[in-house]
């Protein structure tokens, strides 16, 4: 039984959908198998298997998007990046085993044959371990039972407080309030709105290009992350091992 991705549209509602299974792998008893898939910023995970040669995913997993949306994915060939990770059950710890990437744009509407896909940085350098899957798009004739509306902003007064009146855009800085969490703009006082500011790194190639041939790596294993300074603060994201 295999892992099910899949992508649905929710206008038509189209659904992209992934079928896989796994071989060539090795016994690990005291261990689990999860795939992970990422695909526009969001990750998903099937539930984990037992680590035999031949693992058996049965899990459905699925992305919402709408028409236009895809388009653009196609046309910016955003890739579907399916990860395989062995779960240490006690510890919770995850191995990174291999990984491997699809062409949104493979995925039609007509039923298409399996194939096998050999895993990419595969840890297993003595097996071939390899995914079966096979991804096809579909059509939700379904009608979204609650359609999102927008709703209009309530109308303003116009009435600006005369302390904001006088002053100057350019005084006007964010300051962080790290009891918070949050950056404040302007006078207190007159902080009423809260925004959020969403930075998505949705997926990444080639990065091991990026190091000169002449820099060494630390014998054990590296950690990379991706890093950015936002208002003054530096930001990170969580690290990882794989290039």
């Given at each position: 039984?295999?892992?099910?991705?899949?992508?649905w549209?929710?206008?038509?509602?189209?659904?992209?959908?992934?079928?896989?299974?796994?071989?060539?792998?090795?016994?690990r008893?005291k261990?689990?198998?999860?795939?992970e898939?990422?695909?526009?910023?969001?990750?998903?995970?099937?539930?984990p298997?037992d680590?035999?040669?031949?693992?058996?995913f049965?899990?459905?997993?699925a992305w919402?998007?709408?028409?236009?949306?895809?388009?653009?994915?196609?046309?910016?060939?955003?890739?579907?990046?399916?990860?395989?990770?062995?779960?240490d059950?006690?510890?919770?710890?995850?191995?990174?085993i291999g990984?491997?990437?699809?062409d949104?744009?493979?995925?039609?509407?007509?039923?298409?044959a399996p194939?096998?896909?050999?895993?990419?940085?595969?840890?297993?350098?003595?097996?071939?371990?390899?995914i079966?899957?096979?991804?096809?798009?579909?059509?939700?004739?379904?009608?979204?039972?609650?359609?999102?509306?927008?709703?209009?902003a309530?109308?303003?007064?116009?009435?600006?407080?005369?302390?904001?009146?006088?002053l100057?855009?350019?005084?006007?800085?964010?300051?962080?309030?790290e009891?918070?969490?949050?950056?404040?703009?302007?006078?207190?006082?007159?902080?009423?709105?809260?925004?959020?500011?969403?930075?998505?790194?949705?997926?990444?190639?080639?990065?091991?290009?990026?190091?000169?041939?002449?820099?060494?790596?630390?014998?054990?294993?590296?950690?990379?992350?991706?890093?950015y300074?936002?208002?003054?603060?530096?930001?990170?994201?969580?690290?990882?091992?794989?290039?």
């Amino acid at each position: 039984m295999p892992v099910i991705p899949a992508l649905w549209e929710a206008e038509a509602g189209r659904s992209d959908h992934l079928k896989s299974g796994g071989r060539h792998f090795p016994k690990r008893p005291k261990h689990m198998l999860v795939v992970e898939a990422k695909f526009d910023g969001e990750q998903l995970a099937t539930d984990p298997v037992d680590h035999t040669d031949q693992p058996e995913f049965a899990t459905e997993l699925a992305w919402e998007i709408d028409r236009k949306a895809l388009h653009q994915h196609r046309l910016q060939r955003t890739p579907i990046k399916l990860q395989c990770f062995a779960l240490d059950p006690i510890t919770s710890a995850k191995e990174t085993i291999g990984y491997i990437v699809l062409d949104l744009r493979t995925a039609q509407e007509t039923k298409q044959a399996p194939k096998w896909y050999q895993l990419l940085s595969n840890k297993y350098t003595k097996f071939k371990s390899e995914i079966q899957i096979s991804i096809a798009l579909e059509t939700d004739t379904k009608a979204p039972v609650d359609s999102f509306k927008a709703k209009g902003a309530p109308p303003r007064d116009g009435k600006v407080p005369a302390i904001l009146a006088g002053l100057d855009p350019r005084d006007i800085v964010a300051v962080l309030n790290e009891e918070g969490g949050y950056h404040q703009i302007g006078p207190a006082e007159y902080c009423t709105d809260s925004f959020i500011m969403s930075v998505t790194i949705a997926f990444a190639t080639q990065l091991e290009q990026l190091i000169p041939c002449t820099m060494k790596l630390p014998e054990r294993q590296p950690e990379f992350f991706f890093y950015y300074s936002l208002l003054g603060n530096d930001v990170t994201n969580e690290p990882f091992n794989d290039l």
